[in-house]
């Protein structure tokens, strides 16, 4: 949120809506919340930053390829490369990071504990097992866990990370692993709805190209209703404002918008679905593979 922005709809939340904002969800950008906190809009009344998971969840991600782009040319051994820190590899552990954020929403504790625990699973070496975080039992993702609580032998470790580049790591994951940052993010809420509507809204009025203040005003009034209610209502309503009736071929062109929108929708809803379970599939598949008859 602009900084400008937020003074006018916080500043007037009292006066017009008789409330206060006392949560703000941040996008990684904290200049709006820091001039809220400077202005003290709401007197002794303080107002409290939460975190975009989704934006802390791809945080991950850039630290790492941070991480492996200083490494380079610095007269060290380099993080990247076969048998070490791939683009993968980098995606994989993003991944983990996010999935330990969701999944125990509301609980910093497990939180804390599910983040470390990939962080010394993938280090973890033949010689140098480092599982005691990991999930116990015989239905835990992790393999080594799941092996000891069938009274097997733990299966090879598939990455064995040279040493540096645990070292290398391991502040990366305490820095992301901060109490105080996943408080901010606990809740697990998201500006995906923000992000939806700014995308109806450029449809109408683009960024790239120059419009005047009624235009635009204009063109986030409609983007609202279409948001909330669907082309077709929204164009029913304004139509009506107008004292026009909505014509068969508006009526069928607005049906199939909306049609559209929410096979989207849905079209992205089953591909997520989708990943999850194959990933689930080839963990299953992995933990299969490590058994070899009359191996033990």
Not at 69 to 91: C, D, F, H, N, Y
Not at 158 to 164: C, H, T
Not at 207 to 216: D, E, G, I, P, R
């Amino acid at each position: 949120m602009e900084v400008e922005a937020a003074k006018i709809l916080f500043g007037r939340s009292l006066e017009k809506h008789g409330l206060r904002y006392t949560t703000m969800l941040c996008d990684g950008d904290s200049r709006a919340f820091n001039s809220l906190q400077e202005e003290k809009v709401y007197g002794f009344v303080p107002i409290e930053k939460e975190d975009c998971v989704n934006h802390i969840h791809k945080r991950m991600g850039a630290a790492l390829r941070n991480l492996l782009q200083k490494s380079k040319g610095e007269g060290r051994p380099s993080l990247g490369g076969k048998g070490k820190l791939t683009a993968e590899l980098v995606t994989k552990l993003t991944n983990y990071y996010g999935w330990a954020l969701k999944a125990h929403q509301g609980n910093i504790d497990e939180m804390e504990n599910a983040v470390l625990a990939t962080y010394y699973h993938v280090t973890s070496t033949d010689t140098k097992p480092q599982h005691s975080r990991c999930p116990k039992g015989e239905e835990s993702w992790c393999a080594h866990n799941k092996a000891v609580a069938r009274q097997q032998a733990p299966p090879k470790h598939r990455y064995n990370l040279p040493e540096y580049i645990a070292e290398a790591l391991l502040p990366v994951y305490t820095r992301l692993s901060d109490r105080k940052l996943l408080e901010r993010c606990q809740r697990g809420k998201t500006q995906n709805s923000n992000e939806s509507l700014h995308s109806v809204i450029w449809s109408l009025v683009p960024k790239t190209k120059h419009a005047s203040l009624f235009t635009v005003e204009t063109a986030v009034a409609e983007a609202v209703a279409r948001f909330n209610a669907g082309k077709k209502r929204a164009s029913e309503a304004i139509l009506k404002e107008l004292h026009l009736s909505q014509g068969s071929t508006d009526v069928e062109r607005c049906l199939e918008k909306d049609q559209r929108r929410l096979a989207a929708c849905d079209k992205k809803h089953t591909r997520a679905e989708n990943i999850r379970n194959a990933m689930k599939r080839r963990r299953v598949k992995e933990n299969d593979s490590d058994y070899v008859p009359g191996g033990f």
